[in-house]
C-alpha cells in the first residue's frame, strides 16, 4: 500500500521560491507516475503536472510551464515540486498523487502541504 | 481541452436521502471518469473510476454511472459522514466541485 508524506507548510515572500516534499513508502518512486495538485483556499483542485513513463518526461500544465520544476530522487523515494516566481495567487495547498495511466485516477494523495505566498 | 462542469456547486440533503451530483464533458470522455470525496482540511479521497468501478473500501451506497459527456454520482442513502465535496476528473482536468451539506 502506498503511503505519501509530504513536508511542512512554509511562508515565503513574493518573489521567492517553494520546494516542497513527498515521500513515498510501501512502493518504490520508480513504480509509481507521480503527480502534483494544488488547491488554493475555498477552490477547486487544479493539476500542476507529473511524470509520464511512456517519455520518460515530465510533463507540466501550460499555466505553470516555465515557473515549475518536478524531480525525483529515487535513491530515497521522494518526489519534489519547485515553485518559482511566487505570488500571493500562489497561496494554496500543494497535494502529490501518483496517478494511475490505466485507468484514469489519481491515488492514494498525500497529506497536503500549505504554501503562503505573503510579504 | 477538455472542460469538466459540475452540477449542482452546492446541494442540500438531509440524512437518508438520495443523492445525484451530474458531472458534464465538453467532449466524450468515454469511461474514463473518476469521482473523489474531499472533507475540510484533508486530501482527496477516490471514490470511483472508470465511471462505475468502486475503489476498494468505499461503502456500497456511492456509485457511479454514464459514459460519453454525462455521468452520475449517487449516494443511495446518505450518511452523516458523506457530507463533503466531490468532484469528478478526467485525465488532468477536475470538476469545480460540489459541496453536500447539511439540510
Known amino acids: 500500500q502506498v503511503q505519501l508524506v509530504q513536508s511542512g507548510a512554509e511562508v515565503k515572500k513574493p518573489g521567492a521560491s517553494v520546494k516542497v516534499s513527498c515521500k513515498v513508502s510501501g512502493y518504490t518512486l520508480t513504480e509509481l507516475s507521480m503527480h502534483w495538485v494544488r488547491q488554493a483556499p475555498g477552490k477547486g483542485l487544479e493539476w500542476m503536472g507529473g511524470?509520464?513513463?511512456?517519455?520518460?518526461?515530465?510533463i507540466y500544465a501550460q499555466k505553470f510551464q516555465g515557473r515549475v520544476t518536478m524531480t525525483e530522487d529515487t535513491s530515497t523515494d521522494t518526489a519534489y515540486m519547485e515553485l518559482s516566481s511566487l505570488r500571493s495567487e500562489d497561496t494554496a495547498v500543494y497535494y502529490c498523487?501518483?496517478?494511475?495511466?490505466?485507468?484514469?485516477?489519481?491515488?492514494?494523495w498525500g497529506q497536503g502541504t500549505l504554501v503562503t505566498v505573503s510579504s | 481541452d477538455i472542460q469538466m462542469t459540475q452540477s449542482p456547486s452546492t446541494l442540500s440533503a438531509s440524512v437518508g436521502d438520495r443523492v445525484t451530483i451530474t458531472c458534464r464533458a465538453s467532449q466524450s470522455i468515454s469511461s474514463w471518469l473518476a469521482w473523489y470525496q474531499q472533507k475540510p482540511g484533508k486530501a482527496p479521497k477516490l471514490l470511483i473510476y472508470?465511471?462505475?468501478s468502486l475503489e476498494s473500501g468505499v461503502p456500497s451506497r456511492f456509485s457511479g454511472s454514464g459514459s460519453g459527456t454525462e455521468f452520475t454520482l449517487t449516494i443511495s442513502s446518505l450518511q452523516p459522514d458523506d457530507f463533503a465535496t466531490y468532484y469528478c476528473q478526467q485525465w488532468w482536468t477536475f470538476g469545480q466541485g460540489t459541496k453536500v451539506e447539511i439540510k
Open positions: 472508470k465511471a462505475s
Open positions: 498523487a501518483p496517478y494511475d495511466w490505466v485507468d484514469n485516477w489519481f491515488d492514494p
Open positions: 511524470f509520464d513513463p511512456e517519455d520518460g518526461e515530465t
